[in-house]
């Protein structure tokens, strides 16, 4: 067997292997440069706290230390001192920034940038998470779709924070695996991935439901004369009775988030203090439930009274197609995507946006992987259309990085 065709990482051929890693050096070197060039298009103006006083004493450029700008400041803090001493931080969740402090070790003993090597463990993220997404493409859907999926994630216009100091690229990569070993019935690896999935955003206790939903849909497989069409009480207590050990390791899957919790009633009083410091960071967001609609509604209300030629407006009307936009395409791949990936997207969606306001949903929806799906389904067979949106999606991917690196706020 030549070694063209011989098998490596997750399954892909060396050949694959090496596409997707040169795609990610055109993606990481194509951004940086943009970043690089970012002055001679508009001043750098930082509108986030501590950007004067902490960014800067890492003694990087402007354009490579802004890759940790906006929340990459708070996750710098915590892998630095930990959670006391600084307000507001106790909202971001603790695995990211404690596998930043661990690299940091591991690498020098502590003594390295600690903003380099924040920026080193989201980029190898970010690698592993195309690598994955393209195996994960390939065994659902096919290599031609699974290049296709691969184009559009590398170019959605917010794409550029899986190589920011953010969680995006960490995040992605832990629901895409528990989602491809759970197709491969390896439940104790899902359960973990899990584990690390709701110790890195509050949204990753979403993959709980939705794999239940996916060990479900396993079972009805497997199981055609217990299975209907009607669900009945007689057909859930079959179902538990055959799968109670996956759906424990399932449900065990939520202890990242009560470990944080834990941490958080016994440091500060509060179990829910991540929830409760939401509000105190501004744009619009509040403790109190609000619904979608009124959601949508404040939106395009604000859109109608911002003017249009500030930058404050592009943001707004980001924010409002991706509100919009999004929730119209989850709701129409309920019908072309698996149920249990759609669960997982709309709640991982939803979930923001009851806090009343669409603010960094541009960046919240890089992890609704079934939008992809969507897309990458209508536009494989359309390959007109898909240069089109290729076109568009690089122009405000484009856009966005100069947006970002010079310091506006965008999600």
């Known amino acids: 067997m030549t070694a063209s065709i011989k098998k490596s990482i997750f399954g892909l051929s060396n050949q694959e292997v090496i596409k997707i890693v040169v795609a990610f050096l055109g993606w990481r070197v194509g951004l940086f440069l943009l970043g690089a060039l970012a002055g001679h298009f508009i001043l750098y103006d930082p509108s986030f706290p501590y950007a004067d006083a902490i960014l800067p004493r890492y003694n990087l450029p402007q354009w490579l230390f802004s890759w940790a700008n906006f929340d990459g400041v708070h996750y710098l803090t915590i892998a630095e001192k930990g959670y006391i001493g600084t307000g507001l931080i106790q909202a971001f969740f603790p695995f990211f920034p404690f596998v930043i402090l661990r690299t940091l070790f591991i690498l020098s003993g502590g003594e390295m940038n600690t903003l380099l090597v924040g920026l080193l463990v989201s980029n190898i993220a970010a690698l592993a998470s195309f690598l994955l997404w393209f195996a994960f493409l390939k065994s659902e859907y096919g290599i031609r779709c699974a290049w296709v999926g691969l184009t559009l994630l590398l170019i959605f216009p917010t794409s550029f924070f899986f190589g920011a100091l953010y969680t995006e690229s960490l995040f992605f990569f832990t629901i895409i695996a528990a989602f491809y070993t759970a197709r491969r019935q390896q439940w104790a690896l899902a359960a973990g991935l899990t584990i690390i999935a709701t110790a890195t955003r509050v949204v990753g206790i979403f993959l709980l439901p939705a794999l239940l939903v996916e060990l479900w849909l396993q079972w009805r497989n497997t199981h055609p004369k217990s299975a209907t069409k009607q669900l009945h009480f007689s057909q859930l207590r079959s179902f538990a009775d055959s799968c109670w050990r996956e759906i424990l390791l399932i449900l065990l899957g939520g202890v990242g988030l009560l470990a944080y919790t834990a941490y958080l009633a016994n440091t500060f009083g509060d179990p829910l203090y991540f929830l409760h410091v939401q509000s105190e960071f501004g744009a619009g967001r509040q403790e109190s439930v609000v619904l979608y609609p009124q959601v949508a509604w404040r939106s395009l209300r604000i859109l109608l009274t911002v003017p249009p030629q500030s930058w404050g407006y592009y943001t707004y009307f980001l924010e409002f197609i991706t509100g919009i936009g999004g929730a119209v395409a989850l709701f129409f791949s309920l019908w072309r995507v698996r149920l249990s990936y759609v669960l997982f997207a709309l709640g991982a969606f939803l979930m923001p946006t009851v806090t ?56």
């Open 356 to 411: 009343g306001t669409f603010s960094s949903m541009p960046r919240y929806i890089l992890v609704c992987f079934p939008l992809y799906l969507l897309l990458m389904s209508y536009l494989e067979s359309r390959p007109r259309l898909f240069w089109v949106v290729n076109g568009v999606f690089v122009t405000s991917l484009a856009i966005n990085t100069v947006l970002f690196v010079q310091g506006y706020w965008l999600s």
